[in-house]
């Protein structure tokens, strides 16, 4: 970490404030007061406090936000072509390693994050718009064999407005992942982050300008779900929506977008399986195990939070596996620990629940199953790493996403039974499988429902490598050139001649 950020981090954590922070919605390239002059507080969930105030929304600043994006559709946005759009993408990423320290910081405080984790979020997301600004002029279409007396060809189009709906796990990642390509593609873009977390994504607004985004093309509206997130779906300005968040939630979103038949990628909830099988490289799953659980403090949507085991080597890999997740330091996200607070008081109260209730159902617990509470989290919301027993596929701790820090237990006899186990969720997002037997594992990841598969790493892959899920882990695909396409709209044009 740099000097400038360590600085950062030693401000924040003996004041419990941040100064500086972006006031106000971003709209037509600045920062605007709220309409209804509304503010609330953003918190730091490693002490529980509110450490920052911003503006809460509604409808009448999202109307601000549409009508800004959709007059940006027609100016200066429309006449510049492919190459330059790239090259202010690119200028984007730079600006974003430079300014690196500030957004880490920001990131993990507002999420509660690890430092090192928001680090990585933020090469994740210069990444992104690397990527992007390579690919902006690559979307060609085909040309169509129609025979001699015709040329047919297709041409990929920015679908118009995109609205970007952000959940607070990873603020700043998801937020990127949906704006740079559907920038590339040559869209505008009304983006709504949760209001847990809702101030990386108007300082990469910001940036994007300085970056030499024309006015209007990137507005940032901050509020809650219910009086800015819902007008912004329900808006018959709005052309596409990517929404990332709840199932619950989504269902609603797909309704609103009926309403308009507006196009819509889902990116909901995961309870992904994490296939141990007997001719693993133990060390590798346990590292393995530990990454795809107690990063982000399990709360993400990709976690592989069910390990579906192989008898034969189970008594020894839940042994070795225990005694690493015991040794985990807690503590505030800016201190760096093993292991970072939740997000909310609520998140907290939610994971709880379904730990009790599994306990009060006589699930045997390996380690946590408790709120954490020691000097170091005396004020946080903090929960003990977690590995617990299922009971059988039908356990509610099998078939619900926790969203924390909380790793279910499977044990199966063979590759065939695991097979079985996993594809036993509604859910369909990632999968991952630990075998030394390529075979065995290419096997299943052809057989397994999800949209990714990890062989031997989990987590593996980057903004190259398209992400979405099956099921009601929703549909449609963001990052790599798949989620380029999300934000076209392909046209056929054929001529006699
Ligand atoms: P959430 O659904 O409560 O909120 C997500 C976003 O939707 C927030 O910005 C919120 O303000 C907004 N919102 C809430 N109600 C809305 C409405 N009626 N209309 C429009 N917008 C509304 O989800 P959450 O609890 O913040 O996030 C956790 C969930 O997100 C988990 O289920 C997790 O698996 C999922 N998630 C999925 C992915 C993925 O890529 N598949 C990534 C991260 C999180």
């Not at 297709?154 to 609205?163: D, F, M, R, S």
């Not at 630990?434 to 790493?457: M, P």
């Not at 987590?459 to 979405?468: L, M, Q, T």
Request: hydrophobic fraction near 45%.
């Amino acid at each position: 970490m740099s000097g400038a950020a360590d600085a950062l981090v030693a401000e924040v954590l003996t004041t419990g404030r941040l100064k500086g922070l972006p006031q106000g919605h971003f709209i037509e390239g600045r920062f605007v007061a709220p309409m209804a002059g509304q503010m609330m507080e953003s918190f730091d969930p490693g002490r529980g406090r509110a450490f920052a105030s911003f503006a809460a929304g509604d409808a009448a600043d999202v109307d601000a936000a549409v009508a800004a994006a959709r007059s940006a559709l027609q100016g200066p946005w429309r006449q510049m072509g492919p190459a330059e759009r790239g090259r202010i993408l690119g200028r984007a990423a730079a600006l974003l390693r430079e300014r690196a320290h500030r957004f880490t910081v920001v990131e993990s405080l507002d999420s509660g994050k690890r430092l090192t984790e928001a680090e990585g979020d933020l090469r994740g997301v210069a990444r992104a718009f690397e990527y992007y600004a390579g690919a902006a002029d690559k979307l060609h279409g085909d040309s169509l064999p129609l025979g001699r007396n015709y040329v047919g060809f297709t041409t990929e189009e920015p679908i118009g407005v995109a609205a970007q709906v952000i959940p607070w796990n990873y603020p700043l990642s998801t937020a990127a992942r949906g704006i740079a390509p559907a920038l590339a593609a040559g869209c505008t873009v009304v983006a709504k982050p949760a209001e847990q977390t809702p101030f990386t994504a108007l300082m990469l607004a910001e940036l994007l300008h300085k970056a030499g985004l024309p006015e209007g093309v990137l507005n940032v509206v901050t509020g809650t779900g219910a009086q800015a997130g819902a007008p912004l779906v329900a808006h018959p300005g709005i052309d596409h929506i990517t929404f990332t968040g709840s199932v619950e939630t989504g269902k609603r979103v797909m309704c609103a977008a009926a309403d308009h038949v507006t196009r819509l990628v889902l990116e909901l909830g995961g309870k992904s399986p994490l296939v141990v099988l007997a001719d693993c490289d133990m060390d590798v799953a346990i590292n393995g195990v530990m990454e795809a659980i107690y990063e982000n403090a399990g709360q993400i949507c990709s976690a592989g939070s069910r390990l579906i085991l192989d008898c034969s080597i189970a008594v020894d890999f839940m042994s070795r596996l225990t005694a690493r997740v015991k040794k985990l330091r807690i503590g505030h996200g800016l201190t760096n620990p093993d292991l970072g607070p939740v997000n909310s008081l609520r998140q907290l109260e939610t994971i709880d629940g379904h730990v009790r209730r599994a306990v009060a159902a006589g699930n045997c617990v390996y380690t946590g199953a408790a709120i954490a509470k020691s000097e170091a989290t005396a004020d946080g919301w903090f929960y003990e790493p977690t590995i617990i027993e299922a009971r059988g596929t039908a356990d509610p701790l099998v078939q619900e996403e926790i969203f924390g820090p909380v790793l279910t237990v499977q044990v199966v006899d063979g590759p065939d039974e695991a097979l079985i186990a996993a594809n036993a969720t509604p859910y369909a997002l990632v999968a991952g499988i630990y075998s030394k037997n390529i075979t065995q594992a290419l096997r299943f990841a052809r057989d397994v429902d999800a949209g990714q598969v990890f062989i031997n790493e989990w987590f593996a892959g980057g903004i190259e490598v398209p992400f979405g899920g099956n099921r009601k882990s929703g549909f449609g695909r963001e990052k790599g050139m798949a989620g380029l396409r999300s934000y076209c709209k392909l046209k056929s044009v054929v001529a006699r001649i």
